[in-house]
Nanobody, 114 residues
Framework: VHLVESGGGLVQLGGSLKLSCVAS????????MKWYRQAPGEEREWVAT???????????YYADSVKDRFTISRDNAKNTVYLEMNNLKHEDTGVYYC?????WGQGTQVTVSS
């Protein structure tokens, strides 16, 4: 399993960014894809999940801290999961990681500045 994130950067308070994670080495549609983040000096925390296409019921889940601001989506044809982040806050600063099965990407840095 190989995961490669991209799309991070420096953004103004209240701004937007869209992260991407390209996956390979497994059947993408069969597994949930998740985003996590880790702020400096903090533990890694879960941000959002996109369920597999076979999952019943709700297919997207969000941490309370990002609900209504972040949107997770997946393009099964491109084996890619996205995280669209709007109205970014200082506390959204951190390294964002893509995760599925036992694999993690290398992370992409998001920095929210004033």
């Amino acid at each position: 399993v190989h995961l490669v994130e991209s799309g991070g950067g420096l953004v103004q308070l209240g701004g937007s960014l869209k992260l991407s994670c390209v996956a390979s080495g497994f059947t993408f549609t069969s597994y949930p894809m998740k985003w996590y983040r880790q702020a400096p000096g903090e533990e890694r925390e879960w941000v959002a999940t996109s369920a597999s296409i076979t999952a019943p019921g709700l297919t997207k889940y969000y941490a309370d801290s990002v609900k209504d601001r972040f949107t997770i989506s997946r393009d099964n044809a491109k084996n890619t999961v996205y995280l669209e982040m709007n109205n970014l806050k200082h506390e959204d600063t951190g390294v964002y990681y893509c995760h599925t099965l036992d694999a993690w990407g290398q992370g992409t840095q998001v920095t929210v500045s004033s």
